[in-house]
């Protein structure tokens, strides 16, 4: 059974940093995509990166860009979104979400392009 378990949640203050973790587990397949997800209160779930398990290929929603980042180098099945310079409208749920093939060359952010999810880990402003 496919299984997503997100971790490394918790309170930041504004401009700092967070990484967090996903893993992946129940299959064996190499070739398939990583997307993230946060849902803050009262607001929709927001796509905010993905990356592609064989090429690294990467997207990022333009609300993080140049603080978000997915390093290509994780380990096998595990993935590592780190968060820079956080700022309060970052406080959200954090989920992680994969897709199956077919894999296009850039992977897609949104919701509807993916087949399981994780169940999510906190991030909050403590300011």
């Known amino acids: 059974q496919l299984q997503l378990v997100e971790s490394g949640g918790g309170l930041v203050q504004p401009g700092e940093s967070l990484k967090l973790s996903c893993t992946v587990s129940?299959?064996?397949?190499?070739?398939?995509?990583i997307g993230w997800f946060r849902q803050a209160p009262g607001k929709e779930r927001e796509g905010v990166s993905c990356?592609?398990?064989?090429?690294?290929?990467?997207n990022y929603a333009d609300s993080v860009k140049g603080r978000f980042t997915i390093p290509k180098d994780n380990a096998r099945n595990t993935f590592y979104p780190q968060m820079n310079s956080l700022h309060p409208e970052d406080t959200a749920v954090y989920l992680c979400a994969v897709r199956l093939p077919p894999v296009l060359r850039i992977c897609s952010i949104s919701e509807s392009e993916h087949h399981y999810w994780g169940q999510g880990t906190q991030v909050t402003d403590s300011s």
């Open positions: 990356i592609t398990s064989r090429s690294g290929s990467t």
């Open positions: 129940g299959f064996t397949l190499d070739y398939y995509v």
